[in-house]
Every structure is written in C-alpha cells, then in structure tokens.
Nanobody, 126 residues
Framework: QVQLVESGGGLVQTGGSLRLSCAAS????????MGWFRQAPGKEREFVAA????????YYADSVKGRFTISRDNAKNTVYLQMNSLKPEDTAVYYC???????????????????WGQGTQVTVSS
C-alpha cells in the first residue's frame, strides 16, 4: 500500500513562490505516474499537473501552465510542485496522487489515481 505525505504548503503573498513535496513509501515509486490536484472551499477537486513514472513526460492544467513545474526524484521517492507567480485563485488544499496509468486524455481524471495524500494548505493573500 502506497502512502503519500505532502509538505511545503503555507501562506504567501501574490506573486510569491512555494515548493510542495510529496514523499512516497510502501510501494515502487518509479512505477507510478504522479499527479497534483487541488481543492478550494466549495469547489470540486481539480487537476493541476502530472508526471510520468520516468519523469520524461509532464502535463499541466491551462490555469497553471508557465507558472508551475512538476518534477520527481525517483531515488528519493519524492515528487515536487514548484509554484511561482502565485495568485489568490491558487488558494486551495493541494493533494498528490499516485496511479499506474498514463495518457494525456486520462491524467486529469481523479479516478485514474489509486493512492492519495492527506493534502497541504496553500493560501495566497492579495
């Protein structure tokens, strides 16, 4: 059973940066595609970014493209989300997720992911 633990959230001003980390344990990390999702109060969970098991392919939501970067270190069993030029609308709980499937048509679907972390809060003040 894969366990995922996010960290790195916090309060930041508009235009600032944060780096989220998600540490995995209990499985073969390099065999999983990893995704980041977020959920704001009163809204559904939405896709942010995903990275293939090797790190060779990435995919982003249009709302974060050019500002966020997903990466992974398979030797450390960790996936990262570098968030720059943050906006108030980026405020949400951010979750990482692990799944065994990949494809640009499916990576944004929460149903593709088998394992989820508990989330970390990101708050961007205006």
């Amino acid at each position: 059973q894969v366990q995922l633990v996010e960290s790195g959230g916090g309060l930041v001003q508009t235009g600032g940066s944060l780096r989220l980390s998600c540490a995995a344990s209990g499985g073969t990390f390099s065999s999983y595609a990893m995704g980041w999702f977020r959920q704001a109060p009163g809204k559904e969970r939405e896709f942010v970014a995903a990275i293939k098991w090797s790190g060779s392919r990435t995919y982003y939501a249009d709302s974060v493209k050019g500002r966020f970067t997903i990466s992974r270190d398979n030797a450390k069993n960790t996936v990262y989300l570098q968030m720059n030029s943050l906006k108030p609308e980026d405020t949400a709980v951010y979750y990482c997720a692990a799944g065994s499937q990949w494809g640009v048509r499916i990576v944004a679907d929460t149903a593709v992911y088998d394992h989820w972390g508990q989330g970390t809060q990101v708050t961007v003040s205006s």
